[in-house]
């Protein structure tokens, strides 16, 4: 049941970009401009669904505004259901919750995130952990996280916990970095782990809106191969626009005939596969466990304070302007 409702969840990025690339720039059919006021959605305040109707001009007057589930402010917590549980590898599920109303969509603009709270029977104090959804922003009625479980990690521990029917109480958005369409030339994705869940938000962001022109290069760290996330998703969109959209994986432990890089994310990988520092408006996002961002950007030292510059990418000769820290 769920599965088959995930492969519908991945449908609008998959049909989009296969449209966009078969798209000549002059056709203004209707899908044409559904995705543009898509886009002009993402970029505004909200999210807007159209009612059957054969001509554009009806369809813009039907135009209704999606009510939003977070709406932050002084909103507080919002208890969601969880409805369905995917098993994605040994240690991270694809879990589905219910928004409180069926025609609700999150409300989260590119990019921000989601807090969770969790304060068990023996706990002093809530625990609150931030998530992105992998679900599109545009769908209505739920949002999907996908959760990787740490040992010992209080948060993400007991969401594994959950089965379906349970509640967990999440507030947003969390605004993160501001994304409008060509804001930047050519941005790098630099990622470990569960760390590609804001990266692929806003890859859907870019190649969902044929007016975002964008060039993305991802660098994808994973101990093992079973641990990249989201690879179908990676790869639909590397086959779709082999000129826009780059992506190199690392391994820990690479398995024998890897093509891939193995080991750390190094400083010659970085080098050869990301846009120069002095290449026109690039931005640089990191995100990933401690290790990573350290080695790499080091660390962010609260949601309010980026921290410094420093590991590979100040070595590299980047500004800390030019990088941002999920
Ligand atoms: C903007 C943002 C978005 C995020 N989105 C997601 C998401 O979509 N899915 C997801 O699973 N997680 C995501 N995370 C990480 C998540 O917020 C929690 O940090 C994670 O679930 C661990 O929480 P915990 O309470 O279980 O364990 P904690 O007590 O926080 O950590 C347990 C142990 O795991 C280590 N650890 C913590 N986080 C990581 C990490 N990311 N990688 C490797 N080791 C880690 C800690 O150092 C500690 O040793 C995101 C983080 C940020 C900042």
Redesign the pocket.
Known sequence: MFSRSVSRVAQPLKTQARRYATESGSQGGSNTFLYLAGGAAVAGAGYYYFSGSSSVAAKVKEAVPAKPAFTGGDQGFVSLKLADIEIVNHNTKRLRFELPESDMVSGLQIAS?ILTKYKGPNDEKA?L????P?SDEGEKGYLD????K?P??????HIHDLVPGQRLDFKGPLP?YSWAENKHNHIALIA????I??MYQLCRSIFSNPNDKTKVTLVFGNVTEEDILLRRELAELENTYPQRFRAFYVLDKAPKGWQGGSGFISKDLLKTVLPEPKEENIKLFV????GLMKAISGPKVSPKDQGDLSGSLKDLGYTKEQVYK?
């Open positions: 995130a625990t952990r931030p998530y992105t992998i996280l996908l959760i990787k740490y010992n990690g209080p948060m993400s521990t993160k470990g782990g569960t760390g869940t804001p995100c990933g466990p401690p999920f």
